[in-house]
């Protein structure tokens, strides 16, 4: 069974930076074809893709925050980690880590996780 | 950079035919993916490549994809369709993921 969980803090200082992490089960992120991606809701806001990382390491960010934005892997623990810097109050949302599927005319998340909360505040 | 619209809101009555539509530049060149999410949960695929089903998601979904123009299906709708529902594409020349805006869909 295939399986993500989110972990961070659920409240940071304007002008910090966000460490968020997700940890999978039920797949192996060193498997061709398998990649994770973490995804934002602001409240009562649209789906926004922040970043996505593949199985051989090659990555993508959103061009309007890849300034900020830093995914990695570490396949031993099998996790995924997001860091965002200079975080602001529009930056609250529920921050979603899924895995996407790559190849062969799939290219969509199977799996989500929870998702977790993050309010920037000071 | 690659766009696609949705509707803000559906509306539809119980047991009637919802559509959602997915509007971007020949999208249909692309394969869309559809997302159910209702509050306080996480999404969940319901269609994928355009008209495929996952497990577990009943054939009242289905999909279509032609022209500028992709189309979630929902027959016989029931209240528990109630949710926010998104589309999805893999825009390859920037190598992005890109999703609509949602639709609200409301059963009356």
């Given at each position: 069974?295939?399986?993500?969980?989110?972990?961070?803090?659920?409240?940071?200082?304007?002008?910090?930076?966000?460490?968020?992490?997700?940890?999978?089960?039920?797949?192996?992120?060193?498997?061709?074809?398998?990649?994770?991606?973490?995804?934002?809701?602001?409240?009562?806001?649209?789906?926004?893709?922040?970043?996505?990382?593949?199985?051989?390491?090659?990555?993508?960010?959103?061009?309007?925050?890849?300034?900020?934005?830093?995914?990695?892997?570490?396949?031993?623990?099998?996790?995924?980690?997001?860091?965002?810097?200079?975080m602001d109050?529009v930056d609250t949302a529920?921050?979603?880590?899924?895995?996407?599927?790559?190849?062969?005319?799939?290219?969509?998340?199977?799996?989500?996780?929870?998702?977790?909360?993050?309010?920037v505040?000071? | 950079?690659?766009?696609?619209?949705?509707?803000?809101?559906?509306?539809?009555?119980?047991?009637?035919?919802?559509?959602?539509?997915?509007?971007?530049?020949?999208?249909?060149?692309?394969?869309?993916?559809?997302?159910?999410?209702?509050?306080?949960?996480?999404?969940?695929?319901?269609?994928?490549?355009?008209?495929?089903?996952?497990?577990?998601?009943?054939?009242?979904?289905?999909?279509?994809?032609?022209?500028?123009?992709?189309?979630?299906?929902?027959?016989?709708?029931?209240?528990?369709?109630?949710?926010?529902?998104?589309?999805?594409?893999?825009?390859?020349?920037?190598?992005?993921?890109?999703?609509?805006?949602?639709?609200?869909?409301?059963?009356?």
């Amino acid at each position: 069974q295939v399986t993500l969980r989110e972990s961070g803090p659920a409240l940071v200082k304007p002008t910090q930076t966000l460490t968020l992490t997700c940890s999978l089960s039920g797949f192996s992120l060193s498997t061709s074809g398998m990649c994770v991606s973490w995804i934002r809701q602001p409240p009562g806001k649209a789906l926004e893709w922040l970043a996505l990382i593949r199985w051989d390491d090659d990555k993508y960010y959103s061009t309007s925050l890849k300034t900020r934005l830093t995914i990695s892997k570490d396949t031993s623990n099998n996790q995924v980690v997001l860091t965002m810097t200079n975080m602001d109050p529009v930056d609250t949302a529920t921050y979603y880590c899924a895995r996407f599927l790559y190849g062969d005319s799939v290219y969509y998340f199977d799996s989500w996780g929870q998702g977790t909360l993050v309010t920037v505040s000071s | 950079s690659y766009e696609v619209i949705q509707p803000l809101s559906v509306s539809v009555a119980l047991g009637q035919t919802a559509r959602i539509t997915c509007g971007g530049n020949n999208i249909g060149s692309k394969n869309v993916h559809w997302y159910q999410r209702k509050p306080g949960q996480a999404p969940v695929v319901v269609i994928y490549t355009d008209s495929k089903w996952p497990s577990g998601i009943p054939e009242r979904f289905s999909g279509s994809n032609s022209g500028n123009t992709a189309t979630l299906t929902i027959s016989r709708a029931q209240a528990g369709d109630e949710a926010d529902y998104f589309c999805q594409v893999w825009d390859s020349s920037t190598a992005h993921v890109v999703f609509g805006g949602g639709t609200k869909l409301t059963v009356l």
